[in-house]
């Protein structure tokens, strides 16, 4: 494509089933649109809590609400998608700080780890939210970090560097970044367009980010619709 690429940051935490929605689909716009993908892991808790947000668990009909509406929404983004058995434990009762540590340690570990940080934070949504298994034990991480493709030896020493104040004080950084830019939930895409940032919230501003950045929406599955087309 001719022109200038333009720059999308997806700040993202693994413990959020839209964001996981929202990940896959521009993974999928990185070869379709004229864009360079930016992936910044960063903490939800403490999203929530900078931003005064409170969980839809909180609100009965929002969360219950919230079941059908991910069961429709798996099918029609193509993404293998399901439900812990108790959904609200595995997001706010246990949470994903050391996952999300995890993450930025392979992300800050050195240069050109773009398609590790991908691979590793696809890997943990699906323990939480494909199969409901665990994010939160080292053992658990490891396996996720083993089926993304990365060496046993190398998974210990990103273990030991998750747990690094270096570590601990990027991922509180990208966080403080997001809530910055007036984030109160994830996913939190920030696009560069003519020197100037704008911002979206959640999966289902596709369409319209598509507009400010000049590209075609070819709907959630790109390679599907144009073969349709």
Not at 142 to 147: D, I
Not at 202 to 211: C, I, P, T, V, Y
């Amino acid at each position: 494509m001719a022109g200038t690429r333009k720059v999308i940051e997806l700040f993202y935490d693994v413990v959020s089933p839209y964001t996981w929605l929202g990940f896959e689909v521009l993974c999928r716009y990185r070869n379709v649109w004229n864009i360079d993908l930016k992936l910044r892991p960063a903490f939800l808790g403490g999203i929530m809590q900078g931003s005064g947000n409170k969980p839809p668990g909180l609100v009965p009909n929002k969360f219950a609400y919230m079941g059908k509406d991910l069961t429709r929404l798996a099918e029609y983004f193509g993404v293998p998608l399901g439900f812990p058995a108790n959904p609200f434990e595995a997001m706010f009762e246990k949470g994903s700080l050391p996952a999300m540590r995890f993450v930025t340690a392979v992300a800050e570990s050195g240069e050109g780890r773009e398609a590790d940080v991908e691979k590793v934070s696809r890997e943990l949504w699906m323990r939480i939210w494909g199969r409901d298994e665990d994010i939160t034990l080292p053992a658990s991480i490891s396996e996720a970090g083993l089926k993304a493709g990365l060496p046993a030896n190398e998974i210990e020493e990103l273990l030991k560097l998750a747990g690094s104040p270096k570590i601990k004080e990027k991922l509180k950084s990208s966080t403080q970044e997001a809530l910055g830019y007036g984030a109160f939930g994830f996913p939190l895409i920030i696009c560069h367009v003519n020197g100037k940032k704008e911002m979206f919230f959640g999966s289902d501003r596709f369409e319209l980010m598509a507009h400010c950045i000049g590209e075609q929406w070819l709907g959630p599955q790109p390679a599907t619709m144009s073969a349709k087309m």
